[in-house]
């Protein structure tokens, strides 16, 4: 690295210069980012637990219902809301932070405002969660948090939001990377949404059916204005860096964020195909959902191109192999969610274990292994450590890999057999019921491979702050990667 | 009621508003113009294309 000439010269060149910039700035990140991380590493195992409880309840009737809050329909609420809100915002922010500065590239300015957010935000999930457990739940699907939980968070919203435009207003001058759309889009999107939604629907709620909309207004575009950009906005960091290549076509990339911006908000009235609403509405829904192919498309197209000829580098780059994965996990699911929305096929699919499946690819296969790739990439970094074994890193991605994909296979195959059990007037209710329940046990047992990947991942993290492991001999980021995984030189 | 339809109507507006704003901005700053460069904005000297900058943690025992 350093050659015989630069180290004679004592005048910095530009490499260097450009180091100390880069490590400046994720110093700057380390407090922050960590934080945001280690509380979104908890909830997710608490996340995972209340997954389990839920899950067996289904296998296992009358499972732990002897206490109030162990039951059915507090433990499903209280999982879905520490995984979206405890985990997948709190480990998107964490992410997006630390891009958003590697992007603008300053130091992080005002980070005493994101510390703030960060104590706000797991107040919030605490409170919320325990509110949940309590009973308080509020019964509109992605909003359970009881009323006094939700300004909690808001303000954390409030506080992220401010720091990304100041951010933004300082940044250096020069080229907005398409990242950074999506970052800047996902902070200001997000609070517009939450507002909205708590003030239609618990401030001055709006009566009737109209409800419905506005709640699956809300859902959708969590999914598609919020945890969708970031995790493509780390997509469109993470691969080129890592591989060390540019993006494919930088003009489609522009064109996917600009059409997913002008698409997705439209989505989320398909959830309500066969409901009591305008035909209007849902017609526009179903074409917005369609066209939303678009976007996805366009992201495919890149995310394969960029990778044409380095696939190789899969077996060596931990971030690379959950990003990769993440990515096509987009595709796929972004592609069966505007299937889904065509009626013929939402007539047999909607009200299974069908749409249970969806989500989970979307949240989990899609955003979630999308984080931990960023993580693998981002917390080296921050720490200054390496990760101490390849080892766990690889049980982590296979454990989940395979658990995912297990899970919506079944939960996918259980929800078409009950879809159409559900549509044939021959069969009787029970048994629609029934003819899914094995498929629900395969989907339990999936989930536990799933917590124990987040286990070990957590393990790994906590080995990370303490800095176990052996002491590199060589700081491993900026040198060249080499096939070779375990090179043991006693 | 009112002040809750006035917030929403605001929200939709301004939203919207920044959406054009910030299309129209990126347009005329020539955000749109040489992508080629746009897409490499990423890598400097320190990394430069064609340098990877992950890998698996490699064993040394010393």
């Known amino acids: ?490 | 009621m009112m002040v809750a339809a006035f917030l929403i109507l605001g929200g939709l507006i301004f939203l919207s508003g920044t959406a054009l704003i910030a299309f129209y901005w990126a347009a005329r700053d020539g955000q749109f113009r040489d992508l080629k460069k746009g897409s490499e904005v990423i890598f400097d000297e320190d990394e430069p294309i064609g340098q990877p900058t992950d890998r698996f943690p490699v064993k040394h025992t010393t």
């Open chain 1, 1 to 490: 690295m350093t050659t015989l000439a630069a180290s004679l010269n004592p005048s910095p060149n530009d490499a260097t210069l450009e180091r100390i910039e880069r490590s400046a700035i994720d110093a700057s990140a380390r407090l922050p980012v960590l934080l945001f991380f280690g509380t979104a590493i908890f909830w997710l195992l608490i996340g995972s637990l209340l997954a389990l409880v839920a899950a067996f309840k289904m296998n296992i009737p009358g499972l732990m219902d002897n206490e109030a809050w162990l039951t059915f329909g507090r433990v499903r609420p209280a999982h879905l809301n520490t995984v979206v809100f405890g985990w997948a915002s709190a480990a998107g922010i964490g992410v997006g932070l630390w891009l958003m500065a590697r992007l603008c590239r300053v130091a992080m300015m005002h980070t005493s405002l994101l510390i703030v957010a960060a104590i706000f935000w797991n107040l919030g999930v605490l409170v919320g969660t325990l509110g949940i457990l309590a009973g308080d739940s509020r019964s509109i699907e992605w909003l359970e948090f009881p009323g006094y939980a939700t300004p909690i968070l808001f303000i954390a919203y409030a506080f992220i939001g401010i720091w990304g435009i100041i951010m933004f207003r300082f940044r250096k001058p020069g080229h907005v990377y398409v990242s950074q759309w999506y970052l800047l889009a996902a902070f200001l999107w997000f609070p517009w949404l939450y507002a909205t939604v708590n003030i239609l629907l618990i401030w001055q709620p709006i009566l009737g059916s109209a409800q419905g909309a506005v709640n699956w207004w809300f859902a959708h575009n969590v999914l598609g204005l919020w945890f969708t950009p970031i995790g493509l906005a780390s997509a469109y960091y993470m691969i080129p860096k890592v591989i060390g290549r540019p993006i494919h076509s930088y003009y489609l990339s522009i064109l996917g964020f600009w059409s997913l911006a002008l698409f997705y908000s439209w989505n989320g009235m398909h959830h309500l195909i066969g409901g009591p609403f305008p035909a209007w509405m849902i017609s526009a829904s179903v074409v917005a959902s369609v066209m939303m192919f678009v976007p996805v498309i366009t992201v495919a197209i890149n995310h394969h191109m960029t990778m044409q000829g380095h696939f190789g580098a899969l077996q060596w780059s931990p971030t690379l192999r959950f990003t990769v994965f993440g990515a096509m996990s987009y595709t796929i699911v972004s592609f069966q969610g505007s299937l889904m929305a065509i009626p013929t096929l939402n007539q047999i699919t909607h009200f299974t274990h069908y749409t249970i499946g969806h989500s989970h690819l979307g949240l989990y296969a899609f955003f979630t292994m999308m984080m931990f790739g960023a993580m693998y990439y981002i917390i080296p970094r921050l720490v200054g450590w390496e990760w101490p074994s390849a080892n766990l890193i690889r049980w982590h991605f296979w454990l989940a890999a395979i658990g995912i994909l297990i899970m919506v296979g079944a939960l996918t195959f259980g929800g078409i057999i009950q879809g159409l059990a559900l549509y044939d007037p021959a069969v009787n209710f029970m048994n629609s019921l029934f003819f899914a329940s094995p498929w629900l046990w395969v989907r339990s047992f999936s989930g536990l491979l799933l917590t124990a990947a987040h286990v070990i991942f957590a393990v790994h993290f906590v080995m990370m702050l303490l800095h176990l492991g052996d002491k590199r001999a060589e700081p491993t980021l900026f040198a060249r990667p080499i096939p070779e995984e375990e090179t043991i030189t006693a």
